[in-house]
């Protein structure tokens, strides 16, 4: 029985490949979350699968998404989504519980495209929410490719229904790395009638004595409160603090991700952002790979934490880099349940999982 | 006894005399006009006016279904709510009434589903309202004879006890299999997944939405119409808890004084708030301690001054409901050093300050709060001297509402406090500002003191939830909802 899932392929039509689902789905649908794609992948997987028990279909579910994480460089905001789906096949299938395994695999089956236009309702319940954070004459800012914020901030560009539409200025953190990304959101967000000022990276201090209000969106909420989100989030969010200025997130409910990070070099992922070389020798000698040097990687950490991933995850790129934010630089998370502290956060995942 | 017309000031305590005698439109109407022309104002007068309003509302409107009492509470909130914007407590109040009337109805709706697991159920429901009494039984007379008209009963008539996980959907969350000390949260992760899309009911399973249907469609309709006696009595004796609770905050809050006020310590605080007051008669039953009173001039400083020396009952309106003899005793009387000073000391005297105490006007869901002009400035200080900063609030003085401008909360009073208008060449020549209450950020807060216990203000948006429905929060906003 153990053995039918412990083999990522095996038990599966040897077709099926969930990664390749779930990039296929993420690609699809451009306003797809990573948690949700991942969700959307893991019910494809069942309708593929022939598991008939209980413990077959939680062992297929749990080693598939092992492995799907273990082949995405950053999987933290997609282990949201796999988390939450086994969580909540296990609280369903529980003797005590309601549900029978056939009516709950049934419903997971059928539903797959309410769960997906569940959480972009979501997002319009965010905007709803944060957008009356947005008052006339403020100044936000706001970096990264979040549809979260950009719905947001759509939002409170519209005339509302009392009449008259809030009048705001957006000043934008542009991202080299991913300029094109940078440039369809401020051309959205200019085309709805938004004065935007685009700033490099190294402005953000400059411009933030201009500025009212931060707010940016998140790849994931960890446990302690704080946020995983693009490159440049904790500086801007430690800039913010500096100056006084309130800091925002726009996230939904399922990134929330049980993850307890202490600093930056402990998400559990190797980005490779900080590479030290010299002329002479473009790549690491032996010497230099000592844990002061660098980003510690999952082998270097695994000797303390134990993890026993299936196999090692290529290191994240710059482009795709995260940081973390902790949860003491954060005014308020908006999500579509409200807007919440950042300790609650740890209380919706303590109900998640106990 | 001077009525209303006599041309004197009318107060609290006549207009709660006037409740019983006067049509509720006219009660309505009287407690609008007093809110606008500020006869009834701060937190405790306008808190008490409301819950007493509420009850008469609730006891001389006649209906047949729950629908329409939520609806007419709502409608005298939103009208009472607009008539005072800036006394949150009038909207807390009637929050806490709305969410407590649901409560009801939901246990009674419950209680129609199944006696069986109606226990666990209601225990439920009193932990997460705070409000109501943990007293249930009346209703559970008028449902003993239904058992045959819901399934649900039907097929698990011989273990009750599997039958009350079975029967999630009537919860407001999934977590009916987590341990009994969790609180439901008002809205969970599942959500996403769930098989019912309704935000009230998310359990995992499918079979059970049909069961609730049922019973919603034909049988509840029916029982509430019968048993809708027993729940106005419920939702009466709901309201006159609330009642009890603003009466008792005070004590409660002041009972706790002893664990934070110890012998030769120098407590600073400012304006004349009759918590603090309390919290520290309290403790000066059995410490000797100083207290540093900033006098919070121009608009408190004269209640302040006669708060240290003279009786507190004879200022400040709404305190005749409270003028029992042994509250009539003043800081010094008391045995406490007090020492009144200007609040530009307040820098100055913070080095030798080893607690300061706060009084509040209202305390807002992130954890921060709107208190006299000046808290601000006393908690920053503090901060500065790493002095820890204790806030004391009733719980009714916390809002659910999130402050979206902060700036929008603080009400500017009457220039001529600073200014005479007298004075011409000023007057003139000058614009004169009085901001009569500050905006303290959770972060300079280190402890709130509730009468429910002391909580660190990241821990109030629980609280807030404890004793708030979401379905309430922006009742008064319908473009909000």
């Given at each position: 029985?153990?053995?039918?899932?412990?083999a990522?392929?095996?038990?599966t039509?040897?077709?099926?490949?969930i990664?390749?689902?779930?990039?296929?789905?993420?690609?699809?649908?451009?306003?797809?979350?990573?948690?949700?794609a991942?969700?959307?992948a893991?019910?494809?997987?069942?309708?593929?699968?022939?598991?008939?028990?209980?413990?077959?279909?939680?062992?297929?579910?749990?080693?598939?998404?092992?492995?799907?994480k273990?082949?995405?460089p950053?999987?933290?905001?997609?282990?949201?989504?796999?988390?939450?789906f086994?969580?909540?096949?296990?609280?369903?299938?529980?003797?005590?519980?309601?549900?029978?395994?056939?009516?709950?695999?049934?419903?997971?089956?059928s539903?797959?495209?309410?769960?997906?236009?569940?959480?972009?309702?979501?997002?319009?319940?965010?905007?709803?929410?944060?957008?009356?954070?947005?008052?006339?004459?403020?100044?936000?800012?706001?970096?990264?490719?979040?549809?979260?914020?950009g719905?947001?901030?759509?939002?409170?560009?519209?005339a509302?229904?009392?009449?008259?539409?809030?009048?705001?200025?957006?000043?934008?953190?542009?991202?080299?790395?991913?300029?094109s990304?940078?440039?369809?959101?401020?051309?959205?967000?200019?085309?709805?009638?938004?004065?935007?000022?685009?700033?490099?990276?190294?402005?953000?201090?400059?411009?933030?004595?201009k500025?009212?209000?931060?707010?940016?969106?998140?790849?994931?909420?960890?446990?302690?409160?704080?946020?995983?989100?693009?490159?440049?989030?904790?500086?801007?969010?430690?800039?913010?603090?500096a100056?006084?200025?309130?800091?925002?997130?726009?996230?939904?409910?399922h990134?929330?991700?049980?993850?307890?990070?202490?600093?930056?070099?402990?998400?559990?992922?190797?980005?490779e952002?900080?590479k030290?070389?010299?002329?002479?020798?473009?790549?690491?000698t032996?010497a230099?790979?000592?844990?002061?040097?660098?980003?510690?990687?999952?082998?270097e950490?695994?000797?303390?934490?134990?993890?026993?991933?299936?196999a090692?995850?290529?290191?994240?790129?710059?482009?795709?880099?995260?940081?973390?934010?902790?949860p003491?630089?954060?005014?308020?998370?908006?999500?579509?349940?409200?807007?919440?502290?950042?300790?609650?956060?740890?209380?919706?995942?303590?109900?998640?999982?106990? | 006894?001077?009525?209303?017309?006599?041309?004197?000031?009318?107060?609290?305590?006549?207009?709660?005399?006037?409740?019983?005698?006067?049509?509720v439109?006219?009660?309505?109407?009287?407690?609008?006009?007093?809110?606008?022309?500020?006869?009834?104002?701060?937190?405790?007068?306008?808190?008490?006016?409301?819950?007493?309003?509420?009850?008469?509302?609730?006891?001389?409107?006649?209906?047949?279904?729950i629908?329409?009492?939520?609806?007419?509470?709502?409608d005298?909130?939103?009208?009472?709510?607009?008539?005072?914007?800036?006394?949150?407590?009038?909207?807390?109040?009637v929050r806490?009434?709305?969410?407590?009337?649901?409560?009801?109805?939901?246990?009674?709706?419950?209680?129609?589903?199944?006696?069986?697991?109606?226990n666990?159920?209601?225990?439920?429901?009193?932990?997460?309202?705070?409000?109501?009494p943990?007293?249930?039984s009346?209703?559970?007379?008028?449902?003993?004879d239904?058992?045959?008209?819901?399934?649900a009963?039907?097929?698990?008539?011989?273990?009750?006890?599997?039958?009350?996980?079975?029967?999630?959907?009537?919860?407001?969350?999934?977590?009916?299999?987590?341990?009994?000390?969790?609180?439901?949260?008002?809205?969970?992760m599942?959500?996403?997944?769930?098989?019912?899309?309704?935000?009230?009911?998310?359990?995992?399973?499918?079979?059970?939405?049909?069961?609730t249907?049922?019973?919603?469609?034909?049988?509840?309709?029916?029982?509430?119409?019968?048993?809708?006696?027993?729940?106005?009595?419920?939702?009466?004796?709901?309201?006159?808890?609330?009642?009890?609770?603003?009466?008792q905050?005070?004590?409660?809050?002041?009972?706790?004084?002893?664990?934070?006020?110890?012998?030769?310590?120098?407590?600073?605080?400012?304006?004349?708030?009759k918590?603090?007051?309390?919290?520290?008669?309290?403790?000066?039953?059995?410490?000797?301690?100083?207290?540093?009173?900033?006098?919070?001039?121009?608009?408190?400083?004269?209640?302040?001054?006669?708060?240290?020396?003279?009786?507190?009952?004879?200022?400040a309106?709404?305190?005749?409901?409270?003028?029992?003899?042994?509250f009539?005793?003043s800081?010094?009387?008391?045995g406490?050093?007090?020492?009144?000073?200007?609040?530009?000391?307040?820098?100055?005297?913070?080095?030798?300050?080893?607690?300061?105490?706060?009084?509040?006007?209202?305390?807002?869901?992130?954890?921060?709060?709107?208190?006299?002009?000046?808290?601000?400035?006393?908690?920053?200080?503090?901060?500065?001297?790493?002095?820890?900063v204790?806030?004391?609030?009733?719980?009714?003085?916390?809002?659910?509402?999130?402050?979206?401008?902060?700036?929008?909360?603080?009400?500017?009073?009457?220039?001529g406090?600073i200014?005479?208008?007298?004075?011409?060449?000023?007057?003139?020549?000058?614009?004169?500002?009085?901001?009569?209450?500050?905006?303290?950020?959770?972060?300079?807060?280190?402890?709130?003191?509730?009468?429910i216990?002391?909580?660190?203000?990241?821990?109030?948006?629980?609280?807030?939830?404890?004793?708030?429905?979401?379905?309430?929060i922006n009742?008064?906003?319908p473009?909000?909802?």
């Amino acid at each position: 029985m153990a053995t039918v899932g412990n083999a990522p392929q095996a038990g599966t039509a040897k077709d099926f490949d969930i990664v390749e689902t779930y990039h296929r789905l993420l690609s699809d649908d451009p306003d797809l979350t990573m948690p949700v794609a991942a969700i959307e992948a893991l019910i494809e997987l069942l309708v593929q699968s022939r598991a008939v028990t209980v413990f077959e279909t939680l062992d297929l579910v749990k080693t598939q998404s092992d492995y799907l994480k273990s082949q995405i460089p950053n999987s933290i905001s997609l282990s949201a989504g796999t988390d939450l789906f086994q969580r909540y096949m296990i609280s369903s299938l529980k003797p005590s519980s309601t549900g029978n395994f056939d009516s709950v695999r049934q419903h997971l089956l059928s539903n797959g495209r309410l769960f997906v236009s569940r959480a972009k309702a979501g997002r319009e319940k965010i905007a709803n929410y944060g957008r009356h954070f947005v008052r006339d004459e403020t100044v936000v800012l706001t970096h990264g490719g979040s549809r979260v914020v950009g719905a947001l901030l759509g939002k409170a560009a519209e005339a509302s229904a009392s009449g008259g539409n809030v009048r705001f200025k957006v000043i934008y953190v542009m991202n080299d790395t991913r300029s094109s990304e940078s440039k369809a959101v401020v051309s959205s967000l200019r085309l709805k009638g938004v004065p935007v000022a685009t700033i490099s990276e190294g402005a953000v201090g400059y411009a933030m004595g201009k500025v009212d209000l931060v707010i940016v969106g998140a790849e994931g909420c960890v446990e302690n409160g704080g946020i995983i989100s693009r490159l440049g989030t904790y500086q801007i969010a430690l800039l913010a603090k500096a100056a006084g200025k309130p800091f925002y997130v726009a996230a939904e409910s399922h990134k929330f991700v049980r993850l307890y990070p202490l600093g930056q070099y402990d998400l559990g992922i190797d980005q490779e952002v900080i590479k030290f070389k010299t002329e002479d020798e473009p790549d690491l000698t032996d010497a230099e790979r000592t844990f002061a040097n660098r980003t510690p990687t999952i082998e270097e950490r695994s000797e303390y934490f134990g993890s026993s991933p299936i196999a090692l995850p290529r290191p994240n790129t710059v482009v795709d880099a995260v940081d973390f934010t902790p949860p003491a630089l954060i005014s308020a998370l908006i999500t579509e349940s409200g807007v919440l502290t950042p300790s609650a956060v740890s209380e919706e995942l303590i109900s998640l999982w106990y | 006894m001077p009525s209303l017309q006599a041309g004197y000031a009318p107060n609290l305590s006549f207009y709660l005399k006037s409740l019983k005698a006067q049509p509720v439109e006219s009660s309505i109407e009287n407690l609008i006009s007093l809110l606008k022309r500020r006869q009834i104002t701060n937190s405790r007068p306008c808190a008490v006016a409301t819950a007493h309003l509420l009850l008469q509302v609730v006891a001389k409107f006649r209906w047949t279904n729950i629908d329409k009492l939520i609806k007419r509470i709502q409608d005298v909130g939103r009208r009472l709510i607009e008539a005072q914007p800036r006394e949150m407590v009038v909207g807390n109040i009637v929050r806490r009434v709305l969410g407590m009337v649901r409560d009801e109805a939901k246990e009674d709706r419950n209680e129609d589903a199944s006696d069986s697991a109606s226990n666990s159920q209601s225990d439920r429901g009193a932990s997460h309202s705070g409000g109501p009494p943990p007293t249930f039984s009346p209703l559970r007379f008028s449902t003993t004879d239904d058992s045959d008209s819901t399934e649900a009963t039907g097929d698990d008539v011989f273990e009750g006890q599997s039958h009350g996980a079975s029967r999630p959907p009537l919860i407001t969350s999934h977590t009916s299999y987590a341990p009994a000390g969790g609180l439901p949260p008002q809205k969970s992760m599942f959500q996403l997944l769930s098989a019912n899309p309704s935000p009230a009911s998310t359990p995992p399973g499918a079979q059970s939405p049909q069961n609730t249907s049922n019973l919603n469609a034909t049988s509840l309709a029916h029982r509430i119409t019968t048993s809708t006696k027993d729940l106005k009595a419920e939702v009466i004796e709901g309201i006159e808890e609330i009642v009890d609770e603003l009466d008792q905050a005070d004590d409660r809050i002041a009972a706790q004084s002893l664990e934070y006020i110890h012998s030769n310590e120098v407590i600073l605080t400012h304006s004349s708030s009759k918590s603090v007051q309390k919290f520290l008669l309290e403790a000066a039953k059995k410490r000797k301690f100083t207290v540093i009173i900033a006098e919070s001039y121009p608009n408190d400083h004269e209640a302040t001054h006669k708060s240290v020396t003279r009786s507190i009952s004879t200022d400040a309106e709404g305190a005749d409901e409270l003028s029992t003899p042994k509250f009539s005793k003043s800081l010094s009387d008391a045995g406490i050093t007090v020492i009144l000073m200007t609040d530009a000391t307040i820098f100055a005297i913070m080095s030798r300050v080893n607690k300061v105490i706060l009084a509040t006007h209202a305390v807002i869901a992130n954890g921060g709060l709107i208190a006299a002009a000046g808290a601000r400035i006393i908690a920053k200080a503090a901060r500065v001297h790493r002095t820890p900063v204790i806030v004391v609030s009733g719980v009714y003085k916390l809002s659910p509402q999130y402050p979206f401008e902060f700036e929008s909360l603080i009400e500017y009073g009457d220039p001529g406090n600073i200014v005479r208008y007298q004075d011409g060449a000023l007057v003139e020549n000058l614009e004169v500002d009085n901001p009569v209450y500050d905006y303290v950020p959770p972060d300079l807060v280190d402890l709130y003191i509730t009468n429910i216990g002391a909580h660190a203000p990241s821990y109030l948006y629980r609280i807030v939830a404890d004793h708030y429905k979401t379905e309430d929060i922006n009742f008064d906003k319908p473009e909000l909802q």
